[in-house]
C-alpha cells in the first residue's frame, strides 16, 4: 500500500486540455426542469413545519415516475430514486407517497423509490458510509434523498472542517454515480434582510456547496417556495399549500407563480445615528449613540463623517466628538 501511494504520488494529478473534455450538451441539463439539476447536489431548506418532507417526496415520486413535479415542472431524467427518512416512520412516508401518487395519478405497486429501512445512518462513520456506497451501487439512482441531515451526523454543523468532509463526500458519491443529491435540512427564524440561502442552519459551507437549492418558508398562511441555482438562473417563487384530495395529503400550486417582492434592506449606520437623534430630547454623547445604536465606538467615529453629512441634508444640527 505504502508503495502505491507513493508511485501515484510521484505520477501526479489526472489532466486533460479543456478542449478534450467531456461535453454534456446533448444530455438533459435538468433532473426536474427549473427546480433542480440534472446531478446537482444541494438542499431543501426551511423551518420545521414547513412540508419540507412533503416537498422531498414531491421530488422522489416525479423523478421515479416520470411525471412533472407539483404537476407542472417536468421531469429531464427519470429513474429509480433511493432516499433515507430518518426522522418519519415508515408506515408515514408510505402513507405520504401513497398520497402524492394518487395525486399524480401515478400507479404506487410500480413507484421505483427505494427508501432505506435501516435505524441508523451516519455519514462520518466510516462502516455507515460504505454501506450506503454498496446500496447505491446496487440500486443505481439516479436521485438519492437524505432526510434530514441533522439525524445523520455527530458532527458540530457551525465548524467548516466537521462539516466539509460530509459534504465532500456526499460530492464524490455524487461524481462516482452520476446521480443527483437532495438533502433536506432546517433552517433558522427569517429576519428581513437575509436571502433564504443565508437562513441555513449551520456553517456556510452548507450553503456554498449546492448546485440547486430550494428553501420552503411560510409567508402567513401561505407556503411559499424559492429556488437557487449555481449555474441557472433563478426561477420565480412558488406559493404552495398542503391540500386533501381523496383522504391523502399532497403539495399544491395555489394561482399563478410570481417574484415576492424582496425584502427591505436594513438601515446604514448612518441612517441608524440620525434616527436615535432624531428621537432624543437633548444632545447625545458618542457613549450614549453607541449604546442606543448598538454599535461600536470604532464603527461610529469612522462613519461619523457621512452621518453629518446626511444630518446636514435633512436639517438636523449635530455637535459629537470622538
Known amino acids: 500500500m505504502k508503495l502505491h501511494n507513493e508511485r501515484a504520488a510521484m505520477e501526479g494529478l489526472p489532466y486533460a486540455q479543456a478542449?478534450?473534455?467531456?461535453?454534456?450538451?446533448?444530455?438533459?441539463?435538468?433532473?426536474?426542469?427549473?427546480?433542480?439539476?440534472?446531478?446537482?447536489?444541494?438542499?431543501?431548506?426551511?423551518?420545521?413545519?414547513?412540508?419540507?418532507?412533503?416537498?422531498?417526496?414531491?421530488?422522489?415520486?416525479?423523478?421515479?415516475?416520470?411525471?412533472?413535479?407539483?404537476?407542472?415542472?417536468?421531469?429531464?431524467?427519470?429513474?429509480?430514486?433511493?432516499?433515507?427518512?430518518?426522522?418519519?416512520?415508515?408506515?408515514?412516508?408510505?402513507?405520504?407517497?401513497?398520497?402524492?401518487?394518487?395525486?399524480?395519478?401515478?400507479?404506487?405497486?410500480?413507484?421505483?423509490?427505494?427508501?432505506?429501512?435501516?435505524?441508523?445512518?451516519?455519514?462520518?462513520?466510516?462502516?455507515?458510509?460504505?454501506?450506503?456506497?454498496?446500496?447505491?451501487?446496487?440500486?443505481?439512482?439516479?436521485?438519492?434523498?437524505?432526510?434530514?441531515?441533522?439525524?445523520?451526523?455527530?458532527?458540530?454543523?457551525?465548524?467548516?472542517?466537521?462539516?466539509?468532509?460530509?459534504?465532500?463526500?456526499?460530492?464524490?458519491?455524487?461524481?462516482?454515480?452520476?446521480?443527483?443529491?437532495?438533502?433536506?435540512?432546517?433552517?433558522?427564524?427569517?429576519?428581513?434582510?437575509?436571502?433564504?440561502?443565508?437562513?441555513?442552519?449551520?456553517?456556510?459551507?452548507?450553503h456554498g456547496w449546492g448546485d440547486s437549492n430550494l428553501y420552503l418558508r411560510r409567508n402567513g398562511k401561505e407556503l411559499v417556495l424559492s429556488i437557487e441555482h449555481r449555474a441557472a438562473p433563478s426561477g420565480d417563487d412558488i406559493p404552495l399549500s398542503l391540500v386533501a384530495q381523496e383522504g391523502a395529503l399532497s403539495l399544491s400550486i395555489q394561482g399563478p407563480i410570481q417574484r415576492l417582492p424582496p425584502p427591505s434592506p436594513p438601515p446604514s449606520l448612518s441612517d441608524r445615528v440620525i434616527a436615535a437623534m432624531e428621537e432624543a430630547e437633548a444632545p447625545l454623547s458618542t457613549s450614549q449613540l453607541r449604546k442606543r445604536c448598538r454599535i461600536r465606538t470604532q464603527s461610529l467615529c469612522d462613519n461619523w463623517g457621512n452621518c453629518v453629512i446626511k444630518a446636514g441634508s435633512y436639517g438636523h444640527m449635530v455637535s459629537v466628538t470622538c
Open 19 to 206: 478542449h478534450a473534455l467531456q461535453s454534456q450538451s446533448d444530455q438533459p441539463q435538468w433532473l426536474i426542469e427549473g427546480l433542480w439539476g440534472e446531478q446537482a447536489v444541494g438542499i431543501l431548506g426551511g423551518q420545521p413545519k414547513c412540508c419540507k418532507s412533503f416537498m422531498a417526496l414531491d421530488i422522489a415520486v416525479s423523478v421515479a415516475s416520470a411525471t412533472p413535479c407539483l404537476r407542472r415542472f417536468g421531469v429531464g431524467r427519470s429513474g429509480p430514486v433511493l432516499m433515507f427518512p430518518a426522522e418519519d416512520a415508515l408506515d408515514v412516508v408510505r402513507q405520504r407517497l401513497v398520497g402524492i401518487c394518487a395525486a399524480a395519478k401515478v400507479p404506487f405497486e410500480q413507484l421505483a423509490v427505494y427508501v432505506i429501512t435501516s435505524p441508523r445512518l451516519l455519514l462520518d462513520v466510516a462502516e455507515d458510509r460504505q454501506r450506503l456506497r454498496q446500496t447505491i451501487q446496487k440500486v443505481r439512482p439516479v436521485l438519492l434523498i437524505l432526510d434530514p441531515l441533522i439525524r445523520m451526523h455527530s458532527a458540530d454543523e457551525n465548524v467548516s472542517k466537521d462539516i466539509a468532509p460530509i459534504l465532500g463526500y456526499l460530492r464524490q458519491l455524487q461524481r462516482e454515480f452520476h446521480m443527483a443529491v437532495l438533502l433536506v435540512h432546517h433552517a433558522r427564524k427569517r429576519s428581513g434582510q437575509e436571502r433564504p440561502g443565508q437562513l441555513l442552519r449551520g456553517s456556510s459551507d452548507l
